[in-house]
Nanobody, 117 residues
């Protein structure tokens, strides 16, 4: 049974920082990309950061590039999203996912709320 559990969300003031964590269990042979996504109220889900499982290459959506950093700790089966210089428009429910290929992901977490005010 594959399980992804996000943590680290919360409320922060404009300009603040948060670090999200996503721990994967029951899945030791991932492939493709591990990614972070978010969904703001009334909007669709958008991909914001990804890290390739085979070589740790990263990529970011333009809305977060330079402010957010995705990283991975293989020993802990955990992927992180360091979020700096947070803005009100970053307010959303943040999800992690793994085994993402061609725009779709096989496994998803339940989401963690980030509120910036």
């Amino acid at each position: 049974h594959v399980q992804l559990v996000e943590s680290g969300g919360g409320s922060v003031q404009d300009g603040g920082s948060l670090r999200l964590s996503c721990t994967v269990s029951g899945h030791d042979d991932g492939s493709g990309v591990m990614g972070w996504f978010r969904q703001a109220p009334g909007k669709g889900r958008e991909g914001i950061a990804g890290i390739f499982i085979d070589n740790d290459e990263t990529y970011y959506d333009g809305s977060v590039e330079g402010r957010f950093t995705i990283s991975r700790d293989n020993a802990k089966n955990t992927v992180y999203l360091q979020m700096n210089s947070l803005k009100s428009e970053d307010t959303a429910l943040y999800y992690c996912a793994t085994d993402c290929l061609g725009g779709s992901c096989s496994y998803w977490g339940q989401g963690t709320q980030v509120t910036v005010s």
